[in-house]
């Protein structure tokens, strides 16, 4: 049972966010403002971008497929965001996808010239999810600017890959597309670095994520749910009941979430 | 089938355990979280990021100083400085240049209109109604502000805005609003209408409210001119020649100072009151800075800017120097209607420190804050001796003979400041606000600390026997 309505509840975020029933694996991409997240959208979905709204929310998203060694992949770009603690309708967007939408692969994509800043979300996000990849991008302007990143120790380090990009000149980019299908089929197992807090807090971490199992099963990040719980972010179980909530589940399951709403009326 | 409800029922007393815990710790867990993340990607990059020659790129070092909690509020000043002091030298002569050829041109039509043998109301009407308000707006808006806006698109152009943002972001976030709103603010300086639209990049209602209701606080295109105006002939020839303009400038950055801080303080009245909350956070982030290109930025906020705000004057001008004129020229009994409407405003006027065709002009000027000038000119012309109004002093003289002193000039500049938004302002606050209470309400709370303001240095200057 619960098996079902979890699947239904990733369909249905699927469903609102991209229309795209043919793709084999959906990939979102993360990141801070000014990193050039859009260029490594621009540079691997061509012309093929669709834009909408996200469900509810003014803010606009864009999503576009390529083909990969026989795969075709839907790209989802988030909106750039500097944390992902929700203080903005952005970077709650970014969470809700990336959590409840359950991507096969998250590209995180980095500004090279200021690592410090953007490794603070490329760690929020792998708290959230294994299956991240790290783009590190801009790092012909790194090179130009003297600023060497050991990116070999940095992937060990952080146990997820890390590959260097430079989307503007299309280096890296294939290396990049090889990873999202080596990670999303399976091929690679990331291995993320977990963030240790104190003992008191590891141990309320354990507690409450043991206690929503039976509500969230095996697919949401408990750990990551329980430690939002206890700093307060409650928008988090409104985002629950939002995606695995009955009433969603119900209005998809009957109407079916792959196909156009309109018409489908019984 | 989905969550049943006791499964909802475990979620909540997951959350009412969290809650229990978080209690407990009595610290800010949320920080500690965040810092956490912070320390480990410090220690991360420590470990592969190598710098050799590290040369600090040279505008960080700027930044370095133009954000810096000792050299950035008084740079600020210092460079608002620099633009009020290059605005009001520079426009000096050009704008004495315009007012010899347009008024010189009057002349002309007055001459044409006689040899046609025209009726003494058509030529009043028209030359020394419609023309002669065009040729006041033209003459002492148009320099000013042909040097003003290149200058400020350029500081703009260079990147320099997002760091006055950045600056004054502390400022705002103290006094419970958003940091944004130094950006809307700073959008004020160019038009109150485009302030009170940008206020949209302020995601919370409340904040946003507030950056809506305290954008007229500080002056816009349209009141610069009478500021500038104002503090050239009554502050700056006050002083010796040579100090004049420092001493007009000075007088106009006091002026966006007092704006700047009444913006400060009624955010945060409100933010007790009315829209009472905590600030939001929000990332800025300073963009790099660019070569301006120099000659782009002249000619787009020449054609953009300042043919654009001169129209929309010229626009109202018109029409409303050939309705101040009929106003000052149709007799009712022994006096004119403006005589009349001057007379009984004339005690409210004299309470504040002003005058009855002073107020009068500020509320005829509800269309547009840059008729205020010309309509209070036409009116004292038409009252008192018909002077030839082609110099700055002669205007002195007007303004003294009509009984003004520094007292006056001061109230008009700071009522000027503080009054209630312009036409265009107040429909576009009822059209983003959706709401005809909090309209009024904008209305209400400018013109109430003008009242208040000029009243106690009317007061206190009589009291004090400064006058």
Not at chain 1, 231 to 238: C, L, P, Q, T
Not at chain 2, 23 to 39: F, M, P, R, T
Request: overall charge neutral; some cysteine; aromatic content about 10%.
């Amino acid at each position: 049972m619960g098996l079902t309505y979890q699947r239904s509840a990733k369909r249905v975020l699927r469903a609102n966010f991209v229309n795209s029933p043919a793709s084999d694996y959906i990939v979102a991409l993360a990141g801070n403002p000014n990193t050039g997240k859009s260029t490594v959208f621009n540079a691997l979905t061509g012309l093929k971008q669709h834009t909408g709204n996200w469900p509810g929310k003014t803010v606009i998203q864009a999503y576009g497929n390529y083909r990969y060694k026989g795969k075709m992949i839907t790209l989802v770009d988030l909106p750039g965001t500097y944390s992902l603690f929700t203080n903005s309708p952005e970077e709650e967007v970014a969470r809700d996808f990336i959590c409840f939408g359950e991507p096969d692969v998250t590209i995180v994509v980095v500004d090279a010239t200021c690592l410090e800043r953007n490794l603070n979300f490329v760690l929020q996000v792998m708290e959230i999810t294994p299956k991240t990849i790290m783009c590190l991008n801009l790092i012909d302007e790194a090179r130009r600017r003297n600023i060497h990143i050991d990116y070999k120790k940095l992937q060990d380090k952080l146990g997820v890959p890390v590959i260097p990009t430079a989307a503007r000149n299309g280096e890296g980019l294939n290396q990049l597309k090889d990873t999202v299908n080596r990670l999303a089929s399976g091929l690679i197992c990331p291995n993320p670095r977990q963030l240790r807090y104190e003992d008191s807090i590891e141990k309320t971490i354990e507690e409450l994520a043991a206690e929503l199992i039976p509500t969230l099963q095996d697919r949401i990040n408990k750990r990551w749910i329980a430690l939002r719980l206890i700093e307060g972010d409650y928008s988090v179980i409104a985002s629950i009941k939002k995606y695995l909530g009955s009433s969603t589940f119900k209005e998809e399951f009957e109407y079916g979430t792959d196909t156009p709403r309109m018409g489908c009326f019984k | 089938m989905g969550q049943t409800p006791q499964e909802w029922v475990v979620l909540n007393d997951v959350v009412h355990k969290a809650e229990t815990f978080r209690n407990l710790q009595g610290e800010n867990i949320h920080d500690k979280i965040v810092s956490n993340i912070y320390a480990e990607a410090e220690s991360l990059v420590s470990d592969v990021v190598e710098l050799t020659n590290i040369k600090k790129d040279w505008d960080h070092r700027i930044d370095d100083i133009v954000t810096s909690r000792i050299f950035g509020y008084p740079l600020m000043l210092v460079l608002l400085g620099v633009v009020f002091w290059l605005t009001i030298t520079g426009a000096n002569y050009p704008s004495a240049l315009l007012a010899d050829l347009l008024f010189g041109l009057e002349e002309r039509f007055t001459r044409l209109f006689q040899i046609l043998g025209a009726p003494a109301w058509l030529h009043g009407l028209v030359v020394l109604g419609t023309y002669r308000s065009l040729a006041w707006v033209v003459s002492v808006m148009l320099p000013p502000m042909a040097i003003f806006f290149p200058i400020f698109t350029l500081l703009e152009d260079l990147g320099y805005l997002p760091r006055v943002a950045f600056n004054l972001d502390r400022a705002f976030k103290r006094v419970g609003a958003h940091g944004k709103q130094a950006l809307t603010m700073s959008i004020g300086f160019g038009c109150n209408a485009a302030g009170v639209l940008a206020a949209r990049i302020i995601d919370s209602p409340r904040e946003r409210l507030i950056a809506i209701l305290t954008n007229n606080f500080v002056p816009c295109n349209g009141r610069f001119p009478t500021l500038i105006l104002i503090s050239t002939i009554f502050i700056g020839a006050g002083v010796a020649s040579t100090y004049g303009n420092m001493a007009a400038s000075a007088m106009v950055i006091g002026l966006v100072l007092v704006g700047i801080s009444v913006t400060l303080l009624v955010s945060r009245v409100l933010s007790r009151t009315l829209l009472r909350g905590e600030p939001s956070l929000f990332s800025l982030e300073l963009p790099p800075y660019r070569k301006p290109q120099v000659g782009r930025v002249i000619v787009r906020s020449f054609l953009d800017r300042t043919i654009f705000v001169l129209g929309r004057a010229v626009v109202i001008a018109a029409p409303a120097g050939t309705i101040t004129w009929i106003l000052a020229n149709v007799y009712i009994g022994d006096l004119s209607i403006v005589a009349h409407a001057a007379g009984w405003l004339e005690p409210f006027g004299q309470a504040l420190g002003l005058d009855g065709i002073i107020v009068l002009a500020f509320l005829l000027g509800l269309p547009a804050n840059e008729i205020v000038i010309p309509i209070m000119l036409m009116s004292y012309l038409a009252a008192g001796a018909m002077l030839e109004l082609n110099s700055l002093s002669a205007m002195r003289e007007l303004l003294v003979s009509q009984g003004w002193t520094w007292v006056t000039a001061l109230n008009v500049m700071l009522f000027s400041l503080l009054h209630f938004p312009c036409g265009t302002t107040l429909l576009t606050i009822r059209k983003e606000t959706g709401s005809f209470k909090w309209t009024v309400l904008s209305a209400v709370i400018t013109t109430a600390i003008a009242i208040v303001v000029c009243f106690l240095i009317a007061q206190g200057a009589r009291i004090f026997d400064l006058v």
